[in-house]
């Protein structure tokens, strides 16, 4: 995975933890809360995902 990539995941990942975590305060739903802690999954994944330069093989 290129660090481009990593970088977006991240990005992606922290929005829609911070919107399920928004949601699931507003409305109390479960569901929310449910995106919230698959959204902590891809994020622990983007996390520890080491870049790879493209030249390197």
Do not use: E, N
Not at 8 to 13: H, M, Q, S, W, Y
Not at 32 to 52: E, K, N, Q
Request: net charge neutral.
């Amino acid at each position: 995975m290129t660090q481009t990539a990593r970088a977006i995941g991240i990005v992606v990942t922290l929005a829609m933890l911070v919107f399920s975590g928004w949601m699931y305060l507003q409305t109390g739903d479960w569901v929310a809360m449910v995106f919230a802690v698959a959204s902590l999954g891809y994020g622990i994944f983007f996390l520890s995902v080491t870049p790879r330069d493209r030249d390197a093989s």
